[in-house]
């Protein structure tokens, strides 16, 4: 399998954040969701993958060097950034004769399908759109031109719940489309991305701390809850972290099935992406 991201040892310092040594890789036809708390790089992480600010390392996107290529590669990619910006004195109709002199593929046909799709008025100045329809304006803009990837920022923050349903609905139909499509995600509510991304990578304090297949994350890892007395038998290497709570230990491993076998505690609760993400950020090790 092909990759359409690979991100090899990038580093990016800021007086007081760094992006440390970040590895990973989006492969052709999935979806991976970059997660972390507010703060935690993932910004940073996109705008040094799309060569907006400067960085080290090394980054393939669509089998090219971003920064030697940059122009050529921005025209097969379609991307949302979270703060970027459209002129809220275009309207729709306007922005569509803006796109086409931008992008050499670009397809009125379906940008204008979207826009009927998406409920988006034509002729309204955009100043006076919600910040769902803003949203939905620049997902229609991000995927008409038929990229091959699609780098999200963000795309579903300060949305209600319907709309984000509808707006990860597209991403999955996009994939669907064409198994050679790629999706990079990020974003803070993690419910979101559990039920779409094929790969999960966390990270943590300019740090990427966990990159799993969302499956085995859901399937595999479990929360283990137990007395302070079981969990004074479990061995270091048996967990990932645990979290003292009042009556109860919470223990994360990364194989509930091999964890079973070795020991002899029933109560193992499977855990959501969120779980995992705070036992990787917030839980303790021996
Ligand atoms: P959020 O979920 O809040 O968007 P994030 O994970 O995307 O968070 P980043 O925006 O990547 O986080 O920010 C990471 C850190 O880098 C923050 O501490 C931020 O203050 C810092 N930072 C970002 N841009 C700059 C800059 N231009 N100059 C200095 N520091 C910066």
Known sequence: MKNSIEIKNVSKKY?????????????E???????GENGAGKTTTIK????????????????KNIRKHEKEIKQDIGVVLDNSFLSEYLTTKKLNTIMKDFYNNWDEKKYMYYIKEFQLPENQLIKEFSSGMKMKLKIAIAISHHPKLLILDEPTSG????????????FRKYIEEDETRAILISSHITSDLEHIS??????DKGEIKLDKATTELLENYGIVKC?????????????????????????LVAD????????DISVIDRPTIEDIMLFYIKGGKA
Do not use: H
């Open 227 to 251: 007395s302070k007395e079981d969990f004074e038998k479990i061995k270091i290497e048996d967990y990932i972290s645990y979290r003292a709570g009042k009556y109860q230990y919470e223990v």
């Open 15 to 27: 007086p007081g954040f760094a992006l440390k040594n970040i590895n990973f890789c989006v492969p």
């Open 256 to 263: 509930k099935y091999e964890f079973r076998r070795k020991y």
């Open 29 to 35: 036809g999935t979806i991976v969701g970059l997660i």
């Open 198 to 203: 094929d790969y999960i990578v966390l990270i």
């Open 48 to 63: 040094a993958l799309l060569n907006i600010i400067s960085s080290l390392g090394d980054i393939q996107v669509l089998g």
């Open 159 to 170: 949305l209600d719940p319907i709309v984000r349903n509808e707006i990860l609905e597209i």
